[in-house]
């Protein structure tokens, strides 16, 4: 038999490695060399705190006990784990940006920096944690006294003292280095790397147990199935409700222990190690679960009836002898137990420290934040102070529930206690509309029912509540059973209590946050809280305020540090380009501050210091729509930038086609040119042969002299006609015209024309038939400029028509508005891609220099009619050349 | 919840991401089916086949995840990673 003295050594030896390696870590951290101190694998290992004593002794006799249900324990934080990209990612990315300290930190800064919130679930987890230390100090003393010599001496080996010596211990190793420093970030790298030792010794010494007892004990894989087989074990029914209860309580208490966030959010160091514990912490927990089950069935094969399962992990090795097996198993227990209890020691002393101390501090002492004072010691103190009331408390809740047998049932009621705060902690990253008045009732609802129907009821019948409670309900209600809540009976107790306590405490918090109407910071929270990828600062929760930089460097300085206090002050100074160490005092800045103090002493508490000192000038409805309205500005404005580029694009556009107009007009002018110079050159070049010809001509006969003057004359003629009508275009398309509009009737316009066409036309060339009727339609417009018109196009069908008997139809179309002179003649009209280039100036179809003209009549005619508001076109499809003269009517009113 | 103005389809490499995103999403459903069988055959097949299914299966589940979150480090790795070194 190993002797006791040994196992105390080998004991007390393991605790100053422990202190050593924590020591090691917290020096090297020191000096900054924490990068491997905070690799993935570290992190994966300081979460298997989840497998405590309860694990590694009590699950072993959970599976003597129930069979395969242990696994639901496992099961369900492998779920979570698997799902981190969902769930966990999120909680660490609020718990970086917002210096979250504990999962009462989180609730109570979601919910606007309740400090009420804070202490419920500060309550909460005591409550819910109490227990769970006593299972542990409860599991190490087992150890211990299966080693004692109690055959020797019944009475040698004190189970209570040893109890006391371990929470004595653990509050020690704690204290030392869980409460060094403040840190800003609240991390323990020395804890951290100690309980990763740990891990490592649980698992090799429950593996090295397993691996004995498979090929040690049963000779193999294949045996140990038929031992499987053969045991009380395989006579277990899987109960489907239990099972997918305990698999949801094993998840949601994975997600809501204290000691877990610990871990989980405010040690981790970097969202990339959460990648890697996805995979490697379930892993760590189906090992750590492989082989629970063949412990289990060789214990109950080997060990004496009435032996304690749970201690099979210890007792089966020395039933062999192999007590170095046992030392290590004995070592990993040990391990599992402390580990726990240290980390959850350490939370629960943040969370009680941070809501319930400080704040009762603030509040008593006159004036709290702005006396003088270190509040850094008054921290570290209370802090100290509450892990050894933490582990107190553990001890004699240990002392006066006796012990209880089973230890797996009291870490079922810790796990449903912890797990009343996964409504407000899933509506508190996922649900905006969550408000304070709903966690708070929804938490109330939880934990009242939890403690009356699961945790009262834990001390027995007869022990907290009455028997008569038990059988009758409280003053003889049965409706209030408290196994039997609304007459809900003959479930389970733990799935009635499950059931109850999440469905109503769901439904206050859904309820409760439906019908009232959050404060501005809760909303501004709610907001970071939830879209916290988007904006990963945090909102501003401050508003204007005219405090002096110099009474919050005061106040930084005794909670931070002076150090780091100054250090943050400068670095602000510097950022808003000012030297020394006082910053401006902004929203920003204050901001700021408050999160590096939250980082120490809590959101709320932060808040309320912060807002001690600058006189509670908060956020208001004002500052969030403030924020709001930067949004939207910014909305704005980006909307206007792509209205501008929108309308550069426009303009751009535009800009592109005037060059091309430009252009184009450039070459029209140039065209133009030289078509005039082309056109005066000509008659220029016949008068000056003729005049030459005149000039040397002395003996040259009269009749000669004659013709040649003749064609002078005409040349000069055409000339004048040339430079006429440019003029006339000329005047018109600068708009210079003035119009002489009067009282005219169409009929006597034609009259006219065709009068001034007749008095010069070689009669019988042209037949003109003019159709009856409609020439006293009135007009108001310019007679002789539309006379121009009339006689320019019927001179062109004089000069144009090419049929033997020419012939042109002029008829009169009287419509609404506007009346049309049709001119149709009967030659082979203009082909069809000639139609648009006539009216352009000098557009003559056919060089014919006979026609006489420029080719400016009918450029001329579409300038006037524009001018009279009317319009002259051709109109295709009429036998022959056919012109459309449209004019307005004269208007009574217009006119 | 999503930006409006995000595109509407994405590159092939930011669309593979994606659709890892919604594995990793998915996976705790699957874990929970596949945890949740066997209420349906232990009654029948005994503790021993149970046991044996169930380990199966975590190692399965195990392996998935340790695909997924080897690919999906990276894109973490791309998100910011605020106040790294501060502490």
């Known amino acids: 038999m190993l002797s006791f003295n040994l196992l105390v050594g080998v004991c007390l030896g393991y605790v100053v490695f422990l202190f050593l390696v924590a020591f090691a870590a917290e020096r090297r951290a020191q000096r900054g060399k924490a990068a491997w101190l905070r690799s993935p694998l570290v992190y994966t290992l300081s979460l298997s705190i989840y497998c405590t004593g309860w694990t590694f002794y009590g699950a072993v006799g959970y599976a003597a006990r129930s069979g395969l249900e242990f696994l639901t324990i496992y099961l369900g934080p492998t779920i979570v784990m698997i799902g981190w990209w969902a769930i966990l990612r999120k909680l660490v990315r609020i718990g970086r940006t ?57 009475q040698g080996f004190d189970l209570n003292s040893t109890a006391l010596w371990v929470a004595v211990g653990l509050a020690v190793f704690t204290v030392i280095f869980g409460t060094r420093n403040l840190d800003v970030n609240e991390r323990h790298h020395g804890v951290v790397m100690a309980i990763a030792v740990e891990a490592v010794v649980k698992i090799v010494a429950l593996v090295a147990v397993g691996i004995f007892v498979v090929w040690g004990v049963a000779g193999g894989p294949r045996e140990i199935v038929g031992v499987i087989e053969a045991s009380p074990i395989s006579l277990w029914e899987i109960q489907p409700e239990r099972w997918v209860t305990l698999t949801f309580l094993a998840g949601a208490a994975f997600l809501c222990l204290p000691r877990m966030f610990q871990v989980l959010v405010v040690e981790n160091s970097d969202e990339r190690h959460l990648a890697t514990a996805s995979w490697a912490f379930p892993l760590y927990l189906m090992l750590i679960s492989l082989f629970v089950v063949p412990i289990a069935v060789v214990g109950l094969a080997m060990m004496p009836t009435g032996a304690n399962p749970d201690l099979f992990v210890l007792t089966v090795p020395l039933a062999f002898d192999r007590e170095g097996l046992a ?4 070592l990993g227990g040990f391990s599992s137990a402390t580990s726990m209890v240290i980390v959850a020691a350490l939370a629960l002393s943040t969370m009680v420290s941070n809501h319930i101390v400080l704040p009762i501090w603030l509040s008593a002492g006159q004036g709290g934040a702005t006396v003088s004072g270190d509040v850094r010691q008054i921290v570290l103190m209370s802090r100290r102070i509450s892990i050894g009331v933490v582990l107190a408390l553990g001890y004699l809740y240990y002392r006066f529930s006796g012990g209880g047998e089973a230890l797996a049932a009291m870490g079922l009621i810790a796990f449903l206690g912890v797990a009343q705060v996964l409504p407000a902690l899933m509506g508190a990253i996922f649900w905006r509309g969550a408000t304070r008045v709903g966690a708070a009732l929804g938490l109330t609802v939880g934990l009242l029912i939890w403690l009356y129907t699961l945790y009262l009821p834990s001390f027995g019948v007869g022990g907290v509540l009455t028997e008569a409670t038990f059988e009758n309900g409280p003053w003889g209600v049965a409706a209030l059973r408290p196994q039997a809540l609304f007459g809900l009976e003959g479930i389970d107790p733990l799935v009635h209590a499950v059931f109850w306590s999440l469905a109503l405490n769901t439904l206050a918090f859904v309820i409760g946050s439906l019908v009232s109407f959050p404060s501005p910071l809760e909303r501004l929270q709610g907001a970071t809280f939830v879209n916290i990828y988007r904006y990963s600062d945090s909102a501003r929760g401050w508003g204007r305020s005219f405090v002096e930089a110099e009474d919050l460097l005061m106040m930084a300085q005794r909670i931070i540090g002076p150090q780091e206090a100054q250090a943050l002050f400068v670095a602000v100074a510097q950022e808003q380009g ?43 409805v004002e500052d969030l729509m403030r924020v709001a309205d930067e949004t939207a500005q910014m909305m704005e404005y980006s909307s206007q930038l792509e209205a501008k580029s929108d309308e550069l694009g426009r303009t751009a556009r535009q800009l592109r086609e005037a060059n091309e107009k430009l252009t184009a007009l450039s070459i029209q002018k140039d065209a133009f040119l030289s078509q005039i110079s082309h056109e005066l050159r000509t008659p220029m070049t016949s008068i000056r042969a003729f005049s030459e010809i005149l000039m040397d001509g002395d003996q040259m006969e009269s009749a000669d002299r004659q013709k040649y003057s003749t064609i002078i004359h005409d040349e000069t003629l055409r000339l004048t006609r040339l430079l006429d009508d440019l003029l006339d275009l000329s005047v018109l398309e600068n708009g210079q015209v003035t119009l002489n509009a009067r009282d005219a009737t169409l009929g006597e316009v034609l009259d006219r024309a065709l009068a001034a066409i007749e008095s010069r036309a070689e009669p019988g060339m042209l037949k003109i038939v003019r159709e009856k009727g409609a020439g006293a339609i009135p007009l108001y417009t310019d007679a002789d400029r539309l006379a121009q018109v009339f006689i320019n196009v019927v001179s062109n069908a004089q000069k144009y028509c090419d049929a033997d008997a020419p012939e042109l139809t002029i008829s009169i179309i009287d419509a609404e508005e506007t009346v049309s002179v049709d001119f149709v003649d009967n030659g082979s009209g203009i082909p069809k891609k000639s139609q648009t280039l006539i009216f352009e100036k000098f557009a003559r179809l056919t060089d014919q220099q006979a026609a006489g003209g420029a080719g400016l009549g009918l450029a001329i005619c579409r300038e006037i009619m524009a001018r009279l508001g009317g319009d002259i076109s051709y109109v295709p499809g009429q ?14 009113a217009a006119a | 919840m999503s930006d409006p103005r995000e595109p509407v389809f994405l590159e092939r490499e930011t669309y593979r991401v994606r659709r890892l995103m919604d594995a990793a999403r998915f996976l705790p459903f699957l874990a929970t089916f ?44 791309a998100g910011p990673t605020e106040e790294e070194g501060e502490g």
């Open chain 1, 327 to 330: 030392m290590l198993s004995f």
């Open chain 2, 34 to 77: 596949i945890f949740l069988i066997p209420l349906l055959f232990a009654p029948v097949a005994g503790t021993a086949v149970t046991v044996v299914y169930l380990f199966a299966g975590w190692v399965l589940l195990i392996g998935v995840a340790f695909g997924i979150s080897r690919r999906l480090a990276s894109s973490v790795d």
């Open chain 1, 98 to 154: 917002q210096r979250i300290t504990s999962i009462a930190d989180l609730i109570s800064s979601r919910y606007g920096k309740s400090a009420l919130l804070g202490v419920l679930v500060t309550v909460l987890a005591v409550v819910g944690t109490t227990p769970y230390i006593a299972l542990q100090l409860q599991s190490v003393t087992l150890a211990f006294a299966v080693f004692s010599p109690a055959t020797a001496d019944p």
């Open chain 1, 879 to 892: 036998r022959g050349a056919a012109f459309r003269v449209t004019l307005p009517k004269a208007h009574r």
């Open chain 1, 578 to 620: 000012k030297k020394g160490y006082l910053p401006d005092v902004t929203p920003e800045f204050l901001e700021r501050l408050e999160r590096e103090l939250s980082g120490s002493v809590g959101a709320a508490t932060a808040h309320a210091m912060l807002g001690q000192i600058t006189g509670g000038v908060t956020v208001s």
